[in-house]
Every structure is written in C-alpha cells, then in structure tokens.
C-alpha cells in the first residue's frame, strides 16, 4: 500500500480517483461548506431588519385574559345600566350565544383616575393609579362570540386556524434583537383555548412560531427542559457543528425545507440558550420586594419574566392569564374580583418597572381578551348562579400602553348600556394594523406570498388608529 498521503485520501474517498481529482474535490467539497456557512450566516432568518419607516417600538407585550373580560366590570362604566338595572333591555337583547334576561349593573364601583379622569373598575386600583399612561379602546367589536374563532381573529387575523400569529409576523417582518433567546415567547400556566395554532408560524417559515412555556416552575432548569449541558461546550459546539454541516448537505440536495430549517436554527438557539437562559428566565434573582410587587401568582410570575425577556431583546412575549379560559364568567361576574387581585398588581408593576427602566416608550403593552360580557345577566338552564354574564362580540374594551400610544386618553364609545360598539367601532384589524405600524411596518406591505397570493396578517382589511398614536 503506498505511503503517500495524497493516494490515501484518494483510496479513502473513492478508489478510483486519481489524486489530482481527489484533491480537487475535497477542495470544492470544504469550500461548498465553508459558502453554505456563510450564506447561512448572512441569511440568518432572526436577524433584525429594516423597518419600513421609522418606528415608535421595538417591542410587543400582550396579556391575554383568555376567556372573555367583561368592559361593563373593568373600563367601561355604565350609569344607564345602573339606573336600569333589573330592568328589561330596551328593544330587546341582541342576540348572544346563550340566553340572557334582564339588565345587570356592575356589582363593582368605577372612580376617575389620573390627570385624566378616565374612569376605572375598583377591581383595578394600581392598574387605575397609572392610567394617565394607558389608552383605552371601549369601542371594540368582533365577528363571533365563541372563545375559539376570537381568540384566532385577534392572534392570526382569521376565525380559523391556518394563519400566521402576530408574533410570527413580527419575527418575519423584523427579525430579533436577541441571539440567545427565542424573539417569541408565549407563556401560559397551562394551555389556553385552541393552543398553539394562536401562536403558530402556519405557511411562514416555521423558525417564526413562538416558543410556548408552561411557566408552572421557578426553576430555570425545569421551566426550560434539557438546557443545562450534558457534555463540555466545546463538544457540544463540535457536534452541533457536524449535525448543521450534514443538514445543509441535505437541504442542498433536496432543496429547502422550511421544518428542517427550523430545526437547524432552534438547535442553535437551544445552543446559546444554555449562557443566558438559566439566568434569564430565573425570577428568584429579583429582589424579595419585586417578588411581592408582582405577586405570587401565575400572572405575577408571567409579568415579571415577560420583563426580564423584555429587557434581554426578545420581539415579543405573549402571556395568557391560565389555563383554558379563566375569565369565562357565566355564572358569577364575581370572580373577576378574585381575578384582577392577582392580574391588577402584575400589570401595574410590568408597565411601572418599564417606565422606570426607560423602555415603556419603546414597548407596546396590549392588555386584552377576545370579547367582551353582556350587560344583562345570563339566565340559561345551564348555569346554577345566574350572577353572571354570557359572551358578547360586539362590544368590548381593551387597554394599550407605551411604544408610541397616546397615553391618558379614551377611544370610542359603547352603546348607553354597553352592547354595541356605536362610536369609533375598532375591530382587531385595526388594532393589529396599528401594533404593526407602531413597530414601523405597514400592514398592507407586510406580505408572504403562499398558495397562489400575497397574504398580510390583517388580510384585506385594517385601518391604522391614528388618534391613538401619540
């Protein structure tokens, strides 16, 4: 056998290979991979990009109250409905998923808060002390009055799973400011109704769906399962290395493939989470004082690890309030007393703590639920205690602060008892328009083109709010 190392090569490569052509091919082989590295590299899907005008934002935090927050109990008062309470509706009730009797007036007291005067529920005191920083949209209006095709509308622009998430097209559209972390994160102490198509990537490339974490643990190494090394980084860097040069052979050969590109990418975010993620998502560093500012709740907790990932250049943090649908208060609106007490300190010390930090001019908070209640007591044979109040899509309130919003202000008005929205009606079009213009992107511009045509989070609809924007 020769000793020449050239022929050894060539014997190893394919035997009948001359040298020359042995070389030469190792030669093209090293450099097609040394290019498909560098072109990954430049390509990196998560890398920020150009807005397409400057923007007031750099970043979405949006607490879902999942299951329906009543306005008429919360941020739109109603002294008609209180003059008439017990009364039946005038001119009938509109029609709502279940029965509904007589006209029910809130069982909470409202107060001005603020320079504003903007009224707010009792239930919501500290999240009151700051609302000369909110604005509060109390003319929203929806198409359904199911939690599913809601929740769907205002996540991905659509009644029906298929679509991308506002995260996705966020990450699409502006790619992320963290390399560490994932730029979407969705954080929910369960699974909220539907699940994870309202944070799906859909027909977007799948590196865009957000990272969901039942954040039922404190512990980082639990909350985030296997981030903490099992070998040596290095050893980890040389397979991780091995593993991503034998996928961009694949792809090379079989063209693209937006799930195994995914994977490769989220192997490589997993990589580099294991430096920061441990101390990112680690709320016991915080001080005891901050702990007990947010609360020891689930919502509490999900409001102060939104921050930290906030804080670390994560594009936006979705947190639900719980499991299933919470809010959903059928039977007794009373438990949206019980419900505010942990949600009221928590939203309060997120916008308040990125104030202090700097950053409340450049995050948007969006603090919303899918629809709203009736103003009239729900009496169907299905419920036991008839104190509470069926799903109503048309009219509803939701609360925006920072990253641009006009702060201190009201927009559009329900009817006298709180049904319809009848000034300024917003549908979730409009909001998503808005969140995307905030964060300098047009709406009607921000297309992928799929199946035949050109698709936009707000699909053919959606006007930009104006009068909110500062």
Known sequence: ??????????????????????????????????????????????????????????????????????????????????????????????????????LFASPFAFQRRGQSGIEVSEIFPKLGGLIDHCCVIRSMWTEVPNHEPSLF??????????????????????????????????????????????????????????????????????LVAHIRPRAGMEVQRRQLDLLR?????????????????????????????QTEAPEAFDIRREKPETLARYGDSEIGRSCLLARRLLERGVRMVQVYYGNSQPWDSHEDILVHQRLAAKTDPAVASLIEDLRERGMLDDTVVVFGTEFGRTPAVENGSSTKLHYGRDHNSYGYSIVLAGGGVKGGTVYGATDDFGYKAADKPVHPHDVNATLLHLMGLDHTRLTYPYSGRDFRLTDVHGTVLRGIVA
């Open 1 to 102: 056998m020769s000793t020449n190392p050239g022929h050894r090569i060539a014997a190893a490569v394919h035997p009948r290979w001359t040298r020359r052509e042995a070389l030469s091919r190792l030669a093209g082989g090293f450099g097609s991979l040394a290019l498909a590295r560098e072109l990954t590299a430049e390509a990196n899907p998560f890398a920020p990009k150009a807005t397409h005008f400057p923007a007031k934002a750099k970043r979405i935090v949006y607490l879902v109250m999942n299951g329906g927050m009543s306005h008429v109990d919360t941020f739109d008062p109603k002294p008609l409905l209180v003059k008439h309470n017990g009364q039946p509706v005038p001119g009938g009730a509109p029609k709502t998923e279940r029965s509904t009797g007589s």
């Open 153 to 222: 509308m205002f996540n991905t622009g659509t009644i029906q799973p298929g679509r991308p998430s506002l995260g996705s097209w966020l990450m699409y559209g502006l790619g992320s400011e963290s390399r560490n972390l994932p730029g979407f994160v969705v954080l929910c102490p369960g699974m909220p109704v539907v699940g994870s198509p309202l944070w799906s990537s859909a027909f977007l490339p799948a590196v865009f769906q957000g990272t969901f974490l039942k954040n039922t643990e404190t512990d980082p190494y639990k």
């Open 245 to 273: 040069s034998l996928n961009e052979e694949h792809l090379a050969a079989r063209g693209a493939d937006s799930q195994l590109e995914a994977s490769i990418e989220a192997m490589e975010t997993a990589y580099r989470m």
